[in-house]
């Protein structure tokens, strides 16, 4: 399972161009659709019928509060091996439509805001089309070697699942970016939870994803080690004294993954969150996993959870009329955009 998001700049500036109207890139996704002669049918999170015209106004109409150089929305593709499309027999469509919607709850469930809530999947504004056909491209192996010619339709099962969604949550009032930073939304961690849910809902026992072998490191790094330390002491500084790290603790993490990228992506996450003054109940796990550990049933958990939404309430709510509007996922600096699985 491959999950996809689109950076117009590499993947198509014509087709997917989201700093505008939506309107070409569903016309481009309406071409299979003509080609074989028939009705191009969307779908969103509620609904399995849709026609071009109804999302494209959906997404249109849901750009209040961006400028005009920002992207208005993003593409993102979702793509299971011919393996797993067999497994849910050749592509149906219903399966997939169902496979979409737990993607995209998952999509707005990976955005972390300022005020420590979340992103429900009805706030998102999406459609999504199914493709059954995929070409070959002049990069491809085949082609390359005389097997395939450019633009001919490649071999076997090749349903894939085309999905825009707004830059804006439904009420117009947050900004989801899935490429920006990571303390905001994890596209790593999406991609992945796009393969978990398909194992999980078809039943599906695929092979172990492909990733780059983390460097052997017999002893730990000292360098590394030491600038972790001075990391969670000025973590530690701002955070409550009973949420504090221990840096041992957290050295240890970061040596068992070979001190990489997700290791320091999940620790800039960790430190967001004290300068937030949010709990740090959860940082080891999320260190560890990338994943937030269900709250605890005690006590004091919750109290500290209720404290802090009150803290952000009273924030938003400062002075007359005022309205709280996020940006989450600010722009990446050049040369941080996530590649796909």
Do not use: C
């Not at 938003?316 to 005022?322: K, N, Q, W």
């Amino acid at each position: 399972m491959h999950a996809k998001l689109i950076n117009p700049n590499v993947h198509g500036k014509k087709a997917y161009n989201n700093q505008g109207s939506a309107a070409q890139t569903l016309n481009y996704l309406t071409q299979e659709a003509r080609k074989n002669g028939l009705e191009a049918r969307f779908f969103d999170g509620q609904l399995d019928a849709l026609d071009r015209d109804s999302v494209l106004a959906a997404l249109d109409n849901n750009v209040k509060g961006l400028r005009a150089n920002e992207a208005k929305f993003y593409s993102l593709v979702l793509s299971p091996s011919p393996e797993e499309l067999a497994h849910v027999g050749g592509g149906e469509e219903e399966k997939l439509r169902t496979f979409t919607r737990e993607v995209m709850a998952a999509y707005a469930a990976g955005f972390r805001l300022k005020d420590g809530g979340a992103v429900g999947k009805d706030e998102l504004v999406w459609g999504a089309i199914i493709h059954q056909e995929r070409t070959h491209r002049g990069t491809d192996a085949a082609v390359k070697e005389g097997e395939a010619q450019a633009g001919q339709p490649r071999p076997g099962l090749q349903a894939h699942i085309h999905v825009v969604v707004s830059a804006r949550d439904r009420s117009q009032r947050v900004t989801l970016n899935p490429g920006g930073r990571v303390s905001r939304f994890s596209l790593r961690d999406w991609q992945e939870e796009a393969r978990l849910v398909f194992e999980r809902q078809f039943q599906y026992q695929g092979p172990a994803p492909k990733r780059k072998d983390a460097p052997a490191i017999a002893a730990p790094n000292p360098k590394r080690n030491a600038r972790i330390a001075e990391r969670v002491g000025q973590l530690n500084r701002q955070a409550a004294p009973s949420q504090r790290l221990d840096a041992e603790r957290v050295q240890r993490i970061a040596q068992g993954r070979g001190y990489d990228r997700i290791f320091y992506d999940r620790l800039r996450r960790v430190e967001d969150r004290a300068r937030q003054g949010r709990p740090l109940d959860n940082a080891y796990h999320l260190l560890a996993t990338g994943r937030e550990e269900p709250a605890r049933p005690n006590t004091g958990h919750r109290v500290r959870q209720a404290l802090h939404s009150l803290q952000q309430t009273l924030r938003a709510t400062s002075g007359p009329e005022h309205v709280a509007t996020q940006d989450i996922g600010e722009q990446r600096r050049r040369g941080q955009w996530e590649a796909e699985l």
